[in-house]
């Protein structure tokens, strides 16, 4: 099993910045896949970015286009978030995802919330 423990969540005004921070442990496989998703109050969970092992390559949802970057350091595990302009939309708890073939992990999450 894959553990993940997320940091780097708080309270931000609109048009402030954040960085998450999502350190895996436990048995890693070399090629695998982690993200980041978020779930607002009432919606359902969504993907925000995610980044592979091996390339690098990421995958980024539209609404955070140009305001998000995911980046990974494979030598700590860690996955990275950082996040600006921020806006209300925003708002959420963001999770973190470990995956490699079937096999997968959740982080317990951390609350983002975009407020003036």
């Known amino acids: 099993q894959v553990q993940l423990v997320e940091s780097g969540g708080g309270l931000v005004q609109p048009g402030g910045s954040l960085r998450l921070s999502c350190a895996a442990s436990?048995?890693?496989?070399?090629?695998?896949?982690m993200g980041w998703y978020r779930q607002a109050p009432g919606k359902e969970r969504e993907l925000v970015a995610t980044?592979?092992?091996?390339?690098?390559?990421?995958n980024y949802a539209d609404s955070v286009k140009g305001r998000f970057t995911i980046s990974r350091d494979n030598a700590k595990n860690t996955v990275y978030l950082q996040m600006n302009s921020l806006k209300p939309e925003d708002t959420a708890v963001y999770y973190c995802?470990?995956?490699?073939?079937?096999?997968?992990?959740w982080g317990q999450g951390t609350q983002v919330t975009v407020s003036s």
């Open positions: 995802r470990y995956s490699s073939g079937p096999v997968g992990s």
């Open positions: 436990g048995s890693i496989f070399s090629i695998n896949t």
């Open positions: 980044i592979t092992s091996r390339y690098y390559n990421t």
